[in-house]
């Protein structure tokens, strides 16, 4: 079965201006969780979806947002970006919200803001 | 939410030494455990998982982590690394709200 897909795997944005990124979960899953990856930093929890609604979020500022739709798929996007929002966004995607389930992982987009 | 800590950032090995990656959280409570690998160029992909009874869990490729509810510590370890064992091993807590990861550690095995 297909695995999560993330697009664009690769964005140059410059400062101030915003983007969006899109992940598409495994078909069936209801979860999807986005998390920020740097060199030292490790994985940082954005927030998570289940069915539409953002169940929780992490410590980040305002500018990052997101949603799911009705078909599982979501988007997050980030406004007024700045040189340290360079990173790579990881999606998540798993069965339901619990902790029981695994976590499958996009290749993930590379945002380089210039 | 609860943290995690990975107290090595990188791990040099020769072929068939043994590793042992330490990890540590936080939280208290009732918890669900996991070893995540990053191969350079690929997705995260899970080595193994604990969610509840014998504390020593097997993963793939000869993996092994022991769940110390005392200590709050699920260590990975593997006794012989091979040259394909480099990569990057990230631990995870799940405390039934969200999974925390850690920062990650480095492992690079010299041929």
């Known amino acids: 079965k297909a695995g999560v897909t993330q697009t664009p795997r690769y964005l140059i944005k410059t400062r101030g201006q915003q983007v969006t990124l899109s992940c598409s979960p495994i078909?069936?899953?209801?979860?999807v969780s986005w998390y920020q990856q740097t060199p030292g930093q490790g994985l940082q929890f954005l927030f998570e979806?289940?069915?539409?609604?953002?169940?929780n979020k992490g410590n980040f500022p305002g500018r990052f947002s997101g949603r799911q739709f009705s078909n599982s798929r979501s988007e997050m996007n980030v406004s007024t970006l700045e040189l340290g929002d360079s990173a790579l966004y990881l999606c998540?995607?798993?069965?339901?919200?619990?902790?029981?389930?695994?976590?499958?992982f996009g290749q993930g987009t590379r945002l380089t803001v210039v | 939410a609860q943290s995690v800590s990975q107290h090595n950032h990188h791990v040099i090995l020769s072929e068939a030494a043994s590793l042992e990656l330490g990890c540590n959280y936080s939280?208290?409570?009732?918890?669900?455990l996991f070893w995540y690998v990053q191969y350079p160029g690929q997705h995260l992909q899970l080595l193994l998982k604990?969610?509840?009874?014998?504390?020593l869990v097997k993963g793939i490729k000869g993996f092994e982590a022991e769940f110390i509810k005392s200590k709050f510590s699920f260590n990975l370890r593997k006794p012989s690394v091979q040259w394909s064992d480099t990569a990057e091993y990230f631990c995870?807590?799940?405390?039934?709200?969200?999974?925390?990861f850690g920062a990650g550690t480095r492992l690079t095995v010299k041929p």
């Open positions: 979806y289940f069915s539409e609604t953002q169940r």
């Open positions: 939280y208290g409570g009732t918890v669900n």
């Open positions: 078909s069936g899953h209801r979860s």
């Open positions: 604990y969610f509840s009874g014998d504390p």
């Open positions: 995870a807590v799940n405390d039934d709200n969200d999974m925390r």
């Open positions: 998540a995607s798993s069965l339901d919200w619990t902790g029981f389930t695994e976590a499958f």
